[in-house]
Nanobody, 125 residues
Framework: QVRIVESGGGLVQPGGSLRLSCAASGFTLAPYEIGWFRQAPGKDREGISCISSSDGSTYYADSVKGRFTISRDNAKNTAYLQMNSLEPEDTALYYC??????????????????WGQGTQVTVSS
């Protein structure tokens, strides 16, 4: 069974850090480009980061650039999103997905995407 499961979310104070994981099962993640997305209540889904499958090139939205780092460990069939200096505005449901490609403008989702169920990140004092 093909699955993607995100984990690592939670409640953190402003300025804190979290590391999200995106674990794939039932298929091999290595050939896929990976994207991280988030959706806050009442807002559109935002593609915040992605990583290529070939050379490891990455993209970050301006809203997270310099604070978030995407990575992947193909041996563990897992991708990660390290989130530092978290702000209340980062509060959202975070998803990862396999994507069509990681462009210079953000993750491009296609009809073949595998999505996880999301993990909630809440930044609050």
């Amino acid at each position: 069974q093909v699955r993607i499961v995100e984990s690592g979310g939670g409640l953190v104070q402003p300025g804190g850090s979290l590391r999200l994981s995106c674990a794939a099962s039932g298929f091999t993640l290595a050939p896929y480009e990976i994207g991280w997305f988030r959706q806050a209540p009442g807002k559109d889904r935002e593609g915040i980061s992605c990583i290529s499958s070939s050379d490891g090139s990455t993209y970050y939205a301006d809203s997270v650039k310099g604070r978030f780092t995407i990575s992947r460990d193909n041996a563990k069939n897992t991708a990660y999103l390290q989130m530092n200096s978290l702000e209340p505005e980062d509060t959202a449901l975070y998803y990862c997905a396999t994507i069509g490609y990681c462009s210079g403008y953000g993750p491009v989702v296609d009809e073949y995407a595998y999505w996880g169920q999301g993990t909630q990140v809440t930044v609050s004092s």
